[in-house]
């Protein structure tokens, strides 16, 4: 029954043309051997760094830290949601008081 079989797409598989994976695993080689005899400073985990990433990569992130625009404080959701809650009584009961 050929005619109900879906057939799976061809796996991607990309190999890069001008790395030369040989000379990289040398150079990292290298550079944890220098870091354990002090000649590099060793690397250091820094989780701002990672937090800094996070928002240069996306476009909306980055343009609302630009602005300086705050998001909802809780206060503001709080009366929000209170409004909400009041105007759904409203359309089940059908009267405005609570």
């Known amino acids: 029954m050929g ?4 057939r799976k797409p061809r796996g991607y598989h990309h190999e890069y043309i001008y790395v ?3 000379k990289e695993k040398l150079q990292k080689i290298e550079d ?3 870091r354990e005899l002090g000649m590099l400073p ?4 820094d989780p701002e760094d990672i937090r800094g990433k996070f ?6 992130l980055k343009r ?3 602005s300086g625009r705050k998001p909802l ?3 503001a959701m709080f009366v929000a949601i209170v409004v909400l809650l ?3 009584h409203y359309l089940i009961t059908g009267e405005f008081t609570l």
């Not at 060793?42 to 985990?45: C, Q, S």
């Not at 928002?55 to 909306?60: L, Q, S």
């Open 3 to 6: 005619m109900f079989t879906m």
């Open 20 to 22: 030369d994976e040989r």
């Open 32 to 34: 944890t051997a220098k």
């Open 42 to 45: 060793p690397k250091e985990f």
């Open 55 to 60: 928002v240069e990569g996306t476009t909306y």
């Open 64 to 66: 609302r830290k630009e």
């Open 73 to 75: 404080s809780y206060g």
């Open 86 to 88: 009041y105007i759904l």
